[in-house]
């Protein structure tokens, strides 16, 4: 299958059509490229497919926002022609207690020297200021923390919960807005995430500049908005997507080069190979892969590890007023954070429901799993009256519940030293996908599409044919964190200079 012949383009075959599978494909496929991508899955997005239910019902894999920094995404969608999202939305988190706090639009408060305007702007119901500021301290950590490999390997070692005690952060504001942010940016508690994985999401999401926490929502599911418009246009390119076709096998020959991977009974010849699934699907193909077990970088993939988190809808039978369409919680069980989004504000297609639908999406949420989906579907609904008191007398009239298991990367204490370089040691082979190492600083989808093209690119400087993708760069730190992140570096150069290489990083 798939044969090629001398005339033939260069083939380059992608492993999973997530964000980072898709950019790759897409990019090379612009190129010239033969690029075919490999779907296990029976849609294409990955962890942010979407797909019907039996009766209809538009669903999807958890509801994702796209934040002010995603650059690269909202040039893709300009690049396609597309409006799938929403005006930037304001936000709210709620506790046991009822609504904590309330976010604004932070791009439309006057711009002050990052992070005041985080910490003075929202509008926080319970949290006393002097919680606030204990917060102070831990700006060295962020300036000392510049998502260089030496950052990653001195903060990676220790938990963000003893960072954050480290620095003298208060037990309230620990509780209240760190470990919350931690359970809903890096899908686990403080005390199960690496500190420089904590650094690094807050850095990029909250705290680099003002209004980097500003968020849109897809109008629809956003596999029906960018993923099936996206996947035409990579046709239309030239590029071929192949869903239902599980990769299990990648053949090398006698000098160490990828030629083909297998899946199932067929083998599809490659001159290179990109993989973009993310570690749980990486472990299952390493698992059955002479190959791919033959290298050690590939074995100790089996020291990383996922996630589980579970997505709810509920439809019901009245509408309820909800204040804000998108809504972050804490505080109901310890070691799991939960959302809650108002679907007929985000999405067109439920702006005229007459009843409320309602999103809830449950990270970390292990406990949950084994439950039937009555009593997830009864969980969820005493929650979110917890909230929003008027939906304790909402019938729920139909519901879907999406069991997540071991999807989302976890950025465990340790876990640094075992993530992929986009390079591997098969010259051909490339990695990508939200847990690879890399530079660029972003997070979430838009680090997988990024790594997608950062993979192309390498597949572009190995053939030489064609250009390569334009990465749009995060914004550079603002003055005077360049210049703290400066001095910073200088001192630990003379410390180097000066003092035997005795501690630990
Ligand atoms: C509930 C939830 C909420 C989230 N919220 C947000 C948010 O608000 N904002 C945000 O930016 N991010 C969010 N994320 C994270 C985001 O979804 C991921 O960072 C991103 O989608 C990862 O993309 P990826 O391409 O790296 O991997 P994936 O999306 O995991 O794609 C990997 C693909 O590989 C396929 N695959 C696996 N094994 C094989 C195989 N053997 N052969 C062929 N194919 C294979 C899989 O089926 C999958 O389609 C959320 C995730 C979840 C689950």
Redesign the pocket.
């Known amino acids: 299958m798939f044969a090629e012949s001398p005339e033939s383009p260069k083939r380059v075959v992608v492993?999973?059509?997530?964000?980072?599978?898709?950019?790759a494909t897409y990019h090379l496929a612009k190129q010239g490229y033969d690029a075919v991508l490999?779907?296990?899955?029976s849609?294409?997005?990955?962890?942010?497919?979407g797909w019907k239910t039996a009766g209809g019902r538009s669903v999807e894999?958890?509801?994702?926002?796209?934040?002010y920094p995603?650059k690269n995404i909202f040039g893709l969608a300009d690049e396609l022609e597309l409006s799938p999202f929403t005006p930037w939305t304001r936000s709210a988190q709620y506790s046991p207690a009822g609504l904590e706090v309330e976010s604004p639009i932070f791009q439309n408060e006057p711009l002050l020297p990052t992070p005041l305007g985080t910490f003075l702007y929202p509008q926080f119901r319970r949290l006393p200021f002097i919680d606030r500021l204990s917060a102070f301290p831990m700006l060295y950590a962020l300036i000392d923390f510049d998502n260089s490999h030496e950052a990653w390997q001195r903060y990676d070692s220790i938990t963000a919960r003893e960072l954050f005690k480290q620095y003298g952060v208060s037990a309230r504001l620990y509780s209240d807005a760190f470990n919350p942010m931690l359970l809903v940016g890096l899908?686990a508690p403080g005390e199960q995430c690496s500190a420089a994985a904590a650094l690094g999401m807050l850095y990029y999401f909250i705290l680099a500049h003002q209004p980097n926490f500003d968020?849109v929502w897809c109008r629809g599911t956003v596999g029906d908005r960018i993923f099936r418009p996206w996947v035409e246009r990579i046709e239309k390119a030239g590029g071929t997507v192949l869903s239902d076709?599980?990769?299990?096998d990648l053949i090398l020959d006698d000098t160490g080069k990828a030629t083909a991977v297998v899946?199932g009974d067929l083998v599809f010849e490659a001159d290179a190979v990109i993989f973009?699934?993310?570690i749980?699907?990486?472990k299952?193909?390493v698992s059955g892969s002479p190959s791919l077990q033959s290298r050690p970088e590939f074995r100790n993939l089996n020291n990383l590890g996922a996630i589980d988190?579970?997505?709810t809808r509920l439809w019901c039978d009245r509408k309820v007023a909800i204040p804000r369409a998108s809504n972050a919680c804490f505080g109901f069980d310890a070691t799991t954070g939960w959302?809650f989004f108002d679907l007929n504000s985000l999405h067109d297609e439920w702006r005229d429901e007459p009843g409320t639908v309602i999103e809830a999406?449950f990270?970390h949420s292990n406990q949950l799993m084994p439950a039937s989906d009555e009593e997830v579907v009864a969980t969820v609904k005493n929650y979110i009256a917890t909230c929003i008191p008027g939906f304790r007398e909402a019938e729920i009239i139909d519901s879907s519940v999406v069991r997540?298991s071991q999807?989302?990367?976890h950025f465990f204490p340790g876990s640094y030293q075992y993530m992929l370089p986009a390079q591997t040691s098969i010259e051909n082979v490339f990695m990508?996908?939200?847990?690879i190492a890399n530079r660029h600083g972003s997070?979430?989808?838009?680090?997988?599409?990024v790594?997608?093209l950062e993979a192309a690119n390498l597949v572009i400087d190995r053939f030489g044919i064609g250009s390569k993708a334009n990465i749009i760069p995060v914004e550079p730190d603002e003055p005077h964190i360049d210049f703290g992140r400066k001095l910073n570096q200088n001192l630990r150069e003379i410390g180097k200079a000066f003092l035997p290489d005795f501690w630990l990083p």
């Open positions: 492993v999973g059509a997530g964000w980072a599978g898709l950019g490999l779907e296990a899955g849609h294409p997005g990955g962890l942010v497919a894999a958890g509801i994702h926002g796209f934040w995603y899908f968020v076709r599980r990769v299990s899946c973009a699934v993310g749980t699907g990486m299952k193909i988190v579970m997505a959302t999406d990270y997540l999807a989302v990367t990508s996908g939200d847990w997070w979430s989808q838009e680090k997988a599409y790594t997608g």
